[in-house]
C-alpha cells in the first residue's frame, strides 16, 4: 500500500520474516518464517534510510530477478517489557553523575524485525523507494484535465493486488471488517506497515469496492453516502476490535495518492505517520463537508501537493510551464 527509505552490512537481514509480500504475476502472498526467502537476496544498493522511522530501502536481486526489501523494527511491546529487563545483557557506555548510558542486546525472540520485499520489483518500484527531493506542485482543475488525468490513464502501475484484496484472492485472513455493499462498501485491513500488536502506530487502510474513483479529484456529492459509511463504520470497527475511540484517530485520504483506487487512511492520532503532512492528506470529514457543499468542489478545486523530483508528473508540470 503506500510506503519509502538504505543499510549497513550487518546480520539483520537474515532476522525472522514476519510478513512477506510479493508482487508475482498471481498477487499470492505468502506468509515465511524460516528466513530462507532471503538467503539467496544479493543486494546491490541501499535506496533510502530513515533513522527516524528506523528502516532501510534495499535494491537487489532474488532468483535472477530486481527485488526491492523494506527492513524495519517493530515498536516495543510493553507486554514484553519484563523480558526485556531481566534477559537482556547490558554493556556500559558512559556514566556520568546520575545520567549512565548502556547498550542493551535483548534476547533473539525480542529482536525482531518486519521485512516486506517486493519480487519482482518494476522501475517504478525502484524508483518509489529511492530518497529523492520534493517539489510543491499547484494543481489547478484545468492542470488535472490537462496534465494529472493523461498520467493517471496512463500509468502502469498494476492494480491486480488491489483487486485480489477485494475479490479475496489475497489477504483475506486480514480483513477487519467488510461491507459488500458495491456502491458503498469497502474493506478495512491493516496496512503493511503496521504489525498489529500495540496500538500506538495502528494503521489501517479501506479500500472501497468502486472502481471508478481514483483519486480525490473524482469524488462528487453523489459520493458522500459512500465516504459516510467508511468513516462511520471504519470507526465503528477500530473501536470494536482495538478499544481506540473516534477521538483517537487521524482519517483522511491522501493527494496524490500512492495507487489509484480510492482508499481512505486510519491512522493513531499520536503517531506521525509518513504522508499525514499536510501538503499530501485531506481529511475524510473535510472532504465530506466540502462536497455537500459543492458537488464539484475537487472538480474546481486548486490542489497543493509535493512530489519527489525524479517523478514523471513533475517533469509534465515542467513541459506544461507549470513549475
Known sequence: MDAKREAQPDESLTETIKRIK??????????????HVLSGFQMTAVLSESAREK??????????QTA??????????????????????LQLKMKNDIYSEYRLQPPAQLNEMKVTIVHPATEEHVNKYTRQDKVLVVETGEDYQSITQPFIH???????????????MAEKDRIVFEDPDEKVGFILLPDLKWNQRQTEDLYLIAIAHQRNIKSLRDLRSEHVPLLQNILQRGKDA??????????????YLH??????????????????APGCDVERAHLL?????????????????TLHFSLRTDNKLVRLFEEAGRL
Not at 24 to 33: N, P, R
Not at 55 to 62: P, R, S, Y
Not at 262 to 269: I, S
Not at 288 to 296: K, V
Request: proline content about 4%; glycine content about 6%; charged content about 25%.
Open 22 to 35: 510479493t508482487d508475482g504475476e498471481d498477487g499470492d502472498e505468502a506468509d515465511q518464517t524460516d528466513g
Open 55 to 64: 528502516n532501510i530501502f534495499l535494491q537487489g536481486k532474488l532468483n535472477e
Open 68 to 89: 526491492v526489501v523494506l527492513l524495519g523494527k517493530t515498536p516495543i511491546e510493553q507486554g514484553t517489557l519484563p523480558d526485556i529487563f531481566t534477559e537482556s545483557t
Open 154 to 168: 496512463a500509468q502502469s502501475f498494476s492494480l491486480k493486488w488491489v483487486y485480489n484484496i477485494l475479490e479475496k
Open 238 to 251: 477500530i473501536l470494536q476490535r482495538y478499544r481506540l475511540p473516534a477521538n483517537k484517530l487521524r482519517i
Open 255 to 272: 493527494y496524490q495518492p500512492s495507487y489509484y483506487h480510492l482508499h481512505v487512511h486510519f491512522t493513531n492520532l499520536n503517531y506521525e
Open 285 to 301: 470529514t473535510d472532504v465530506i463537508q466540502n462536497l455537500q457543499s459543492d458537488r464539484d468542489y475537487y472538480v474546481k478545486r
